[in-house]
């Protein structure tokens, strides 16, 4: 069974960086896509950031510049390196592994979440 587990969450003041790290494990194949979504209280969750096998970007355009997006397609692993955060940057940040497999069958894994708090 297919297990996305985050880490690295926690509190930093304004300004600061924090690294989110996310293991895959249970897969015998490796991810099309990997990402970070996050769901601040009473929002919508919203991309982040999501890296293809190939190594393509997206970011969200409150966070381009500021965030950077990696991953290491032989362990299925997938980090976040977070620069001069911001208090609108507080929120539950989820990994997440989608894509397709073999006759196009879909798949759509998420970790349970990590919580980043920016204050001072």
């Known amino acids: 069974q297919v297990q996305l587990v985050e880490s690295g969450g926690g509190l930093v003041q304004p300004g600061g960086s924090l690294r989110l790290s996310c293991a895959g494990s249970g897969s015998t194949f490796t991810f099309n896509s990997m990402g970070w979504y996050r769901q601040a209280p009473g929002k919508q969750r919203e991309l982040v950031a999501a890296i293809t096998i190939g190594g393509g970007t997206n970011y969200a355009d409150s966070v381009k510049d500021r965030f950077s997006i990696s991953r290491n397609n032989a362990i299925n692993t997938v980090s976040l390196q977070m620069n001069n955060l911001k208090p609108e940057d507080t929120a539950v940040y989820y990994c997440?592994?989608?894509?397709?497999?073999?006759?196009?069958?879909?798949?759509?894994?998420w970790g349970r979440g990590t919580q980043v708090t920016v204050s001072s």
């Open positions: 997440n592994a989608w894509g397709q497999r073999n006759r196009g069958i879909p798949y759509d894994y």
